[in-house]
């Protein structure tokens, strides 16, 4: 028995009731209009969804095979939102959010989500920073093996960092440089782990994802596998489907 509704996501267009795709806990999945608004959604077996990796990569399968299959403009919704009913939708969602909706469906009419993560090898970077600057591998060589003060902990290490994030601005620059230009809108986010240096995605025309696909497997290339790069070229737009 359904305690509710699942809900994936938004179209602006009208669409098929129904689809040969399985939700989550098998479910078929169904559309239903609401004010204009198709939403895309299956019958809920719990209340409450665990964000485990099957769950969340069938939420994800769900509106990327939609995309495949041309229905490209849309606003995913978050993961696990179950409603009890359609009129809790309306009074929740479309009535506070109507403008808000259809501003950003017209803000993602025709363009998609691209997101780029770029790592590095700490150690790598930091032997090759010392490599290239000699009066500063010459100040931590004759610090080695003496009793430091606190201060000249500080000093050294602030000066080390300070060198590295050089290092890594230099290299996410030749990235915004060649990159930027080709987005409608760029949003970055927090790196998610050390190595990570660069986390961002943009939101480009579908059209032009080849060449920005090229001009990122050319700067890799001028790299010559000193980074590793993860490029995701089909998602749905989370990061661009905020409702201010």
Not at 184 to 190: F, L, N, Q, R, W
Request: glycine share 4%; with cysteine; charged share 25%.
């Amino acid at each position: 028995m359904d305690v509710g509704f699942y809900l994936y996501g938004i179209f602006p267009d009208p669409m098929p009731e129904t689809f040969p795709l399985q939700g989550l806990d098998s479910q078929p999945v169904y559309t239903r209009v609401i004010d204009g608004f198709t939403f895309l959604y299956s019958g809920a077996k719990q209340e409450k969804y665990l964000a485990s990796r099957r769950n969340l990569i069938t939420h994800e399968r769900v509106l990327e095979q939609l995309m495949h299959e041309g229905f490209r403009t849309l606003l995913p919704l978050r993961f696990g939102l179950v409603v009890k009913d359609w009129d809790t939708v309306i009074t929740q969602l479309i009535q506070p959010h109507k403008d808000s909706l259809h501003d950003l469906f017209q803000k993602l009419a025709g363009r998609r989500e691209v997101s780029l993560k770029i790592l590095w090898d700490t150690k790598s970077e930091l032997q090759a920073m010392m490599d290239s600057n000699p009066d500063l591998k010459q100040k931590r060589d004759k610090m080695e093996g003496k009793i430091l003060s606190m201060e000249e902990v500080i000093q050294i290490g602030q000066l080390i960092e300070r060198n590295l994030t050089d290092r890594k601005e230099s290299v996410i620059e030749v990235f915004l440089n060649e990159l930027n230009s080709l987005a409608d809108e760029v949003v970055e986010s927090a790196p998610m782990t050390e190595e990570m240096i660069y986390n961002a995605a943009f939101l480009i025309p579908w059209e032009t994802e080849s060449v920005f696909c090229e001009r990122v497997e050319a700067i890799d290339q001028k790299f010559d596998g000193r980074l590793r790069i993860r490029y995701n070229n089909f998602t749905a737009p989370y990061t661009f489907a905020q409702i201010s």
